[in-house]
């Protein structure tokens, strides 16, 4: 692999701090703040390492859900804190391997590269159903965990949790916040060109009863194993600021700032896996021509991504009695993102063979350059109660509340001249030049308001039976203007309407708005107290523009105003079972979920309509927890059935599967604390047969096979202050693909083997 490299690009990257300065400053923060707190705090609880390995979630945050996960009735997996450390997950995308089924199998369409989360579950994708604390969090960016005590994956439609979202579920990070427990963490980690510092560190402020305050820092500077170029630098700081604590009436400040400075990854070509063959009947050679490096970079030094981050939030709990709790909550955030990323299409026309006999001549088109320089905010105040109280002999556990919404997004038109050189398809250079860049004064401004209303109630009819239904009334207003300049070829040309070429007009403006009722029901049976087996059914609901705020007018296009919005609905049986005193959480669930309203063309009339329907069912197993106090596992298993009920094949052959949906899943962990302070860990993954979108392409892959990935972990106690942590990824070096684009041209290959070595310390 080789080194990366430093890069610049001048005014097209804001000023940011470097990770390495970020990392330095973090080493010399974390002591310069315990001896500050020290001097007035001379009280310090150490936390010993634990002997559990405590995975078991008995809860989620959200006050929403009133009951423990036991008496849920819908399938929810918890990724607890510890799970993530043991693995040595930084980013969301890699906690959720923890989740069978759910990744970052999809690379974009051919000009427009996904980055960030850009998470699939059950069919569908659900990068626009992340939340943060419950309230939605914005942006294609990747998600860190440092500030992350755990998340929470629930599946099947959260159209009455959350509002507007994906059908068949939704993803909650839970931030860490201030407590009254003084305790401090640090760790580094440190692999092949990898090196990231984390602190935390909590403290109970003496002069000031119930207060207390948490800081968690967090710097890396690290290349991608197995890919050249391939950079992942961020930085970012953490507080929280608590009051009350232990009293009737809480306060927490919560806020978050993250600086990303990524070189992004555009892929690899596809020529040489299973399943190519030459897109040119004229060049049959190309059919067996050798497959690239994997580690090969095709984009550009010139290539970035920048990303920044700042979140901030305020929340208010009151106990109105014992039994009652009103909480209120603001959060403001925003994300902006800028990048450039060069992406390429091995078309007949982009992959050139001026030599068939020599294949050190070929080269491939850098054709795609993909800019995006977006703006996400939210503004929201959401106040909810909870409250338990008995009529007729009948136990109800109740949660309400109203929320207020408004969420905006700015994308920013580039204009380029020139074009990048062709690389080399075996040997690409990034250092080349010819191609320049300038925003040209076009925005596209999308915003959403939302105002919405929810009341969830659990009937306790009796120490077995329990009823729970839950609804939500929202109205939206979606506005949508494009001011883009005109003139250019293709479908997308915009018309200049007697003005020059290039000059900014109004391409569309667009407004939708509506009143959404999303519903769910589930009743539950209790056997014994450890048990429950239950029935559910829920709803959800995303209205056009509801997932990237723009509308269109053309008619084959779901954010069209005129189109209803697309509906999900999921039925569910399942039991839970939580067996060695409470220890292990045993889970198994059938489900099916139909989503409606999706826009296909007519056969005959060739117009397009609302017919569309698609289907995701199957089985999922679960086990958390403890086995015995030494030895804990996590674990799940999933057999997903995916079919278009209504409208045209999604795939490439007869079948009416769905893409990027595995038919079988599992991921397992689970570790061993063998005494003397040292715990063994391991896992493994299997993600099966995978087929890519469907298009016009030749030639390409049209499914990504299955495959196995083991991962190991060794940790050793040197003392109660520290901990030596040794993680090896893909422990027999899998060569797989792990997300493949719709067209088929280019893939993200699997990390090969590798190592880091992390230093954690308490104190």
């Not at 960016?141 to 005590?149: A, Y």
């Not at 119930?210 to 820092?217: H, P, S, T, Y």
Request: include cysteine; charge should be negative.
């Amino acid at each position: 692999m080789a080194y990366i490299r430093s890069r610049k690009h001048g005014a097209h990257c804001a000023p940011a701090l470097k990770s390495t300065t970020a990392a330095t400053l973090l080493a010399l923060a974390v002591p310069a703040a315990s001896v500050a707190a020290e001097a007035t705090l001379p009280t310090v609880t150490v936390t010993a390492p634990t002997e559990q390995p405590e995975y078991k979630v008995d809860r989620v945050s959200s006050p929403k859900f009133t009951e423990p996960l036991l008496n849920t009735t819908q399938t929810i997996s918890v990724i607890s804190e510890q799970l993530v450390k043991e693995q040595g997950a930084t980013t969301l995308t890699e906690a959720l391997r923890n989740s069978p089924g759910v990744s970052t199998f999809f690379l974009g369409e051919n000009g427009n590269t996904t980055t960030g989360d850009a998470i699939y579950m059950r069919g569908f994708d659900t990068s626009n159903s992340i939340y943060v604390d419950g309230v939605r969090d914005l942006g294609s960016v990747s998600r860190d965990t440092f500030n992350v005590g755990q998340i929470e994956v629930t599946k099947g439609p959260a159209g009455t949790d959350y509002g507007r979202s994906a059908p068949t579920g939704a993803i909650n990070l839970v931030t860490k916040r201030a407590s009254l427990e003084n305790a401090s963490a640090a760790s580094l980690t440190a692999g092949n060109d990898y090196l990231r510092a984390t602190a935390d560190l909590n403290r109970a402020i003496t002069a000031i009863e119930g207060a207390a305050i948490r800081l968690n820092v967090m710097g890396q500077q690290g290349g991608v194993e197995g890919r050249d170029e391939v950079e992942n630098d961020r930085w970012g700081v953490a507080a929280s600021l608590a009051y009350g604590l232990g009293s009737p009436t809480r306060a927490f400040l919560d806020l978050m700032h993250v600086q990303q400075n990524n070189m992004p990854d555009g892929g690899v070509p596809t020529i040489g896996l299973p399943g190519y063959s030459s897109p040119d009947p004229k060049r049959p050679f190309l059919t067996d021509a050798g497959r690239v490096n994997p580690e090969n970079f095709y984009g550009t030094t010139s290539d970035y991504d920048d990303v920044r981050t700042d979140m901030v939030t305020f929340t208010v709990e009151h106990d109105l009695s014992p039994t009652a709790t009103l909480r209120n909550t603001t959060r403001w955030g925003k994300t902006r993102q800028d990048y450039l990323l060069t992406s390429f299409m091995g078309s007949t026309a982009n992959l050139l063979t001026p030599n068939p006999a020599d294949p050190s001549t070929w080269t491939l088109a850098r054709s795609s350059p993909t800019f995006k320089n977006q703006t996400n905010e939210i503004l929201t105040n959401q106040t909810n109660v909870n409250a338990t109280l008995v009529t007729g002999g009948i136990t109800h556990d109740l949660s309400a509340g109203i929320e207020f919404i408004q969420e905006k997004q700015t994308n920013l038109s580039t204009v380029r001249t020139g074009n990048w050189p062709a690389a080399n398809l075996y040997d690409p250079d990034p250092n080349v030049s010819g191609m320049t860049w300038a925003l040209n004064g076009g925005h596209a401004d999308g915003e959403t308001r939302t105002a919405a209303a929810y009341l969830f109630d659990t009937l306790k009819l009796n120490e077995q039976w329990q009823i729970n239904g839950g609804m939500r009334v929202e109205r939206y207003k979606t506005e949508y203007q494009n001011i883009a300049a005109c003139g250019g070829t293709g479908n997308s040309a915009i018309p200049c309407n007697g003005a020059a070429t290039g000059t900014l007009v109004t391409a569309a403006d667009l407004d939708d708005s509506d009143t959404l009722f999303n519903w769910k029901l589930g009743v539950l049976y209790k056997p014994a107290p450890n048990g429950s087996i239950y029935a559910n059914y829920a709803t959800s609901q995303q209205p056009p523009g509801g997932s990237n705020f723009t509308l269109s007018t053309n008619a084959n296009n779901a954010g069209n105003p005129d189109y209803k919005p697309q509906e999900a609905r999921t039925a569910e049986i399942g039991t839970k079972w939580d067996l060695l005193d409470q220890q292990l959480s045993l889970s198994a669930a059938i489900y099916r979920t139909e989503v409606r309203n999706e826009v296909e063309q007519d056969p005959v009339d060739l117009q397009y309509y609302q017919t569309g329907k698609k289907r995701v069912q199957g089985i999922e197993l679960g086990a958390v927890g403890q086995i015995t106090k030494a030895w804990g596992i996590s674990a799940g298993f999933t057999i997903m059935d995916t079919e278009v009920l209504s409208g045209a094949n999604v795939g490439n052959d007869d079948s009416k599967d769905l893409n990027y949906t595995p038919k079988n899943a599992f991921t397992a962990w689970t570790s061993y604390n063998l005494g003397h302070g040292i715990t063994v860990a391991g896992g493994g993954r299997y993600v099966g047969q995978l087929q890519r979108g469907k298009d016009g392409a030749v030639g390409t892959p049209k499914y990504v096979e299955s495959y196995w990935v083991f991962d190991g972990m060794a940790a050793y106690a040197v003392n109660k202050n520290i901990n030596l942590q040794l993680n090896v990824y893909n422990l027999f070096d899998e060569d797989y693909v792990a997300a493949i684009n719709k067209s088929g041209y280019r893939y993200t290959p699997g990390t090969p083997r590798s190592a880091r070595l992390t230093a954690n310390f308490t104190f």
